[in-house]
């Protein structure tokens, strides 16, 4: 899970999942709780298998 403060600058961001062995499906969620006015984005999201 990764949290952003009020103050956080956009910016790329790269994280790292660990799958359970033997996961053949996985789901991502993004979830925004701001409590102001300004804008928020999630964009060009990629995944890779390693």
């Known amino acids: ?3 952003c403060t009020a103050d956080a600058p956009s910016r790329a ?3 790292t ?3 359970p062995p033997g996961a053949r499906t996985a ?3 993004f979830r925004c709780t701001a409590g102001d006015n300004w804008f928020r984005t999630v964009d ?3 995944l890779t298998a390693s």
Do not use: F
Request: hydrophobic share 45%; no cysteine; glycine share 0%.
């Open 1 to 3: 899970m990764k949290t």
């Open 13 to 15: 961001e790269k994280l």
């Open 17 to 19: 999942l660990q799958a």
């Open 44 to 46: 060009a999201v990629s």
């Open 27 to 29: 789901q991502i969620r």
